[in-house]
């Protein structure tokens, strides 16, 4: 063990994106496309509240190329972005992943589920995501307010919420929707 601090993710989060204007915007800055929309399935776990309590995630990824585990520190923010530590890795399941955090008395908490389309802009990563409340872009890396700019986006307006937030308060005005945000029919 090194003692060294895991790395920070910076990220901008914008809503209600017309994703077919952006991604026009992104091929005229040259931007490359990482692979085509992939379908995302997410569980985040807790065990008697001790990460909520400390404002951090477990999460299990499963998406079109990989599974991964996530762990996310607290969110702070600099300006309009959100910064917080997260360590990452793939894993060869996401199942066993599943698993593995249950017999260790985690349990799953929330499921939300995208689709997400990767796209890269120098060292930034650009990701539209299709989601069951509407169709948003996060601008993650140390440029990502510069990133955003030259793709139409002010960074004022960036929101702050993360998507199960984002989730809540749409199921207060939208109480039949289901607990977890998740597509019902087709996306």
Known sequence: MSGKKPPVERELKF?????DTLRARLLELEAERVGP????????????????????VLRVRQDGRNALITFKGPASFEGAA???SELEMRVESAELALELFR???YQVERRYQKIREEWRLGAETICLD?????DFVEFEGE???AVAKRCGFDPA???????????EDYVATNPDAP?????RDGK
Do not use: C
């Not at 809503?15 to 994703?19: C, G, I, P, Y």
């Not at 307006?157 to 989730?167: D, E, N, P, W």
């Not at 607990?179 to 597509?183: E, H, K, N, P, V």
């Open 15 to 19: 809503a209600q994106v017309d994703l």
């Open 37 to 56: 929309p992939a379908d995302e399935d997410n569980w985040l776990f807790d065990r008697k509240g001790e990460l909520a309590r400390h404002g951090s």
């Open 82 to 84: 959100k910064l917080r």
């Open 103 to 105: 017999a260790l008395g």
């Open 130 to 134: 299709h989601t069951p409340i509407g």
């Open 143 to 145: 440029k990502a307010e």
């Open 157 to 167: 307006t960036a929101v702050r919420k993360s998507y199960l937030m984002l989730y």
């Open 179 to 183: 607990r977890d945000m998740i597509f």
